[in-house]
C-alpha cells in the first residue's frame, strides 16, 4: 500500500476495547502519532506496558511494536489532537420495562464531553461506536453544547464549521480485527461534505477496501442493517432446528441439502446468538421503527429462544439417567476466542447448573478460570480428555477448532446434544463410526 501524507499530526482514538485499540495500533502503525483514551487505568497501563488487555490475534506484537516506536501513547484524560476517533460501547439502558430495550448512549456522550475542552478549530470528530440513527446529531449537539465559542456542522444545513463530525461505522470481526480494519470497506456518513472529506482523510491512511460517502443517518442504519441482516438470518436457521426438532428431522442434513440449491444459503442454527453486536443493534433499529421493525422484532425473540430451549432439551434427556454427569463443551459466544460475555452457551450453563442437580463439567480451553458466577454453582472447568470419558451427556455449546479433534469413539454410548453441527463434521474423519444417540435419534 502506498503511504499518503497524512494531514494530522496527532490522532487521538476514544476508548481501547475490541475496536479503538486495534483501530489505534493500526493508525500508529502507519507512522502517525496517536494518543489512545480509556477510562479504565488497567487498560491505559497494559497499553504503556506494549501490553493489551483483550485478547486479538496479533494485537500485542503490534501494540508492542508501535508502544516502542513512540508511536502510541495511552492515557485516561483527552490531550488535543487533529482528529478524535470515538469506539466506545452502546449497550441497553438496563431495568427498563419496555419490550423493546433502548439504546444507552452515555458513554458516548461522556466521550463527547471529555474531548469538547481540549477541541479547536479544524478538528475533525469521527463516532465509530454502532449507534441509533440521529446519534450523530446528538454528538454534534453534546458538542455545541460544551463549546459554545466553536461552529459545530448540523445536517442539511449549508455553513461554515470549525469542527468536522462524521459517523464512520466499525465492521470488524473479532478474531480478525487487524486484517479487516485494513481490508473492509468502510461506510463514511459526513454531517457535511466537508466533513466526509475529512473523514476520508483519516481512513485512507490505513484502509485498502472502498471508502465511500453518504451521509450520517444513512451511514448509522446501514451498520444496524448489516448486523440486524445477519441477526434475521440466524433466526431462520434457527427456527427451521426448532422445527426439525418437531418434526424429527436433523437439521445439519436439511440445511447441507437446501445449500445445494444455487440461490439458498441458510446460515447455521446454534444455541442462540451471543457478543455484543448481533444480540444488541437489531434493538436499534426496532427503537427507531417498533412499529415497522416486526420481521427485525420476531428474528430477536426466535434468536433469544434458544438458550432456554436448549437447556430443556438437556433436562429431559437427564431424566434417562439416575446422577447423570453432563459434559458443555464450549463457553464463549463463538468459537476459537475467549470471550464469555453475551454467550448464549454461558446461559445454557447457568441454566443448567440451576436445574440439573447433577455434575456439570464444562471445556473451554480459551480460558483457565471459569467465572465466578459458574464455580459457586458447583460447575467445574476441565480438559477435553477430562470430561468426555466420564459424561453421560455431552452438549455441543461451541464449535471450537480443538473440538473438531475429538475422535467419535469418544462419544459411544453418550447421548450427544450437539447444538453447533460438529457432529456431521467429526462423522466425516471417522464414518466408519456411529453408535452415539444424538436429539434427533
Ligand atoms: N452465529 C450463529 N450462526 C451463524 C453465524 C453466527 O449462531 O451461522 C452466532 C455466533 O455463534 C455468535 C453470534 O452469532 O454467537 C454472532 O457472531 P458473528 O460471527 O456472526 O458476529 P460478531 O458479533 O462476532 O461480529 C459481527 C459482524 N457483523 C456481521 O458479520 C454482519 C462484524 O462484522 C461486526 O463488525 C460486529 O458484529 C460488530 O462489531 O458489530
Known amino acids: 500500500m502506498q503511504r499518503r501524507k497524512s494531514p494530522f499530526n496527532r490522532i487521538s482514538v476514544i476508548g481501547l476495547g475490541y475496536i479503538g485499540l486495534p483501530t489505534a495500533t493500526v493508525i500508529a502503525s502507519r507512522g502517525i502519532d496517536v494518543i489512545g483514551v480509556d477510562v479504565a487505568a488497567p487498560a491505559v497501563d497494559a497499553v504503556n506496558a506494549g501490553k493489551v488487555h483483550i485478547t486479538e490475534p496479533g494485537l500485542e506484537r503490534l501494540v508492542n511494536h508501535v508502544v516502542n516506536a513512540g508511536r502510541l501513547r495511552a492515557v485516561t484524560c483527552p490531550e488535543p489532537a487533529d482528529a478524535f476517533v470515538i469506539a466506545v460501547p452502546t449497550p441497553f439502558v438496563e431495568g427498563t420495562s419496555s419490550d423493546v ?38 454528538l454534534s449537539r453534546w458538542l455545541r453544547d460544551a463549546r459554545t465559542d466553536l461552529a459545530f456542522p448540523v445536517q ?7 469542527v468536522h ?19 473492509n470497506d468502510r461506510i463514511i456518513g459526513g454531517v457535511s ?22 451521509d450520517a443517518r444513512t451511514a448509522e442504519l446501514s451498520k444496524l442493517t448489516e448486523n440486524a441482516y445477519r441477526d434475521v438470518n440466524i433466526a431462520f436457521a434457527n427456527e427451521m432446528a426448532f422445527i426439525c426438532d418437531e418434526l424429527g428431522v436433523d437439521v445439519w442434513e436439511l440445511i447441507r441439502l437446501a ?71 464450549g463457553l464463549a459466544f463463538k468459537p476459537d476466542i475467549d470471550d464469555l460475555r453475551e454467550s448464549p452457551a454461558m ?5 443448567l447448573s440451576e436445574h440439573a442437580g447433577s455434575q456439570l463439567l464444562t471445556v473451554e480451553p480459551n480460558i483457565t478460570k471459569l467465572p465466578a458466577e459458574l464455580e459457586l454453582k458447583g460447575v467445574s472447568l476441565s480438559s ?29 454410548g453418550k447421548t450427544v446434544i450437539d447444538t453447533r453441527g460438529l457432529l456431521p463434521r467429526l462423522k466425516k474423519q471417522a464414518a466408519s463410526v456411529d453408535n452415539y444417540t444424538t436429539i434427533a435419534d
Open 101 to 138: 430495550p433502548a439504546p444507552d448512549l452515555s458513554y458516548i456522550q461522556a466521550a463527547a464531553e471529555s474531548i469538547a475542552p481540549v477541541l479547536k478549530h479544524g478538528d475533525l470528530v469521527i463516532l465509530e461506536s454502532t449507534s441509533p440513527v440521529g446519534t450523530t446529531e446528538k
Open 156 to 162: 442539511d444545513q449549508p455553513g461554515t464549521a470549525d
Open 165 to 183: 463530525i462524521a459517523y464512520c461505522p466499525e465492521r470488524i470481526l473479532p478474531g480478525k480485527a487487524l486484517e479487516e480494519l485494513i481490508s
Open 193 to 214: 461534505d466537508a466533513c466526509s472529506q475529512a473523514a476520508l482523510n483519516l481512513y485512507h491512511l490505513f484502509v485498502e477496501g472502498d471508502c465511500i460517502v453518504t
Open 259 to 329: 445449500n445445494r440449491h444455487p440461490r439458498v444459503s441458510i446460515l447455521n442454527p446454534g444455541p442462540g446468538v451471543g457478543g455484543h453486536c448481533i444480540a444488541v443493534d437489531p434493538w436499534f433499529i426496532v427503537s427507531g421503527a417498533p412499529q415497522q421493525a416486526k420481521l427485525i422484532t420476531q428474528a430477536r425473540k426466535v434468536n433469544d429462544a434458544r438458550p432456554a430451549y436448549v437447556a430443556e432439551q438437556v433436562l429431559l434427556a437427564a431424566q434417562n439417567y439416575t446422577d447423570p454427569v453432563i459434559a458443555c463443551l
Open 347 to 351: 446461559e445454557v450453563v447457568k441454566e
Open 384 to 412: 477435553l480428555d477430562e470430561a468426555l470419558p466420564c459424561a453421560d451427556i455431552v452438549v455441543v455449546l461451541v464449535d471450537h477448532s480443538s473440538f473438531l479433534a475429538i475422535d467419535s469413539n469418544q462419544l459411544a
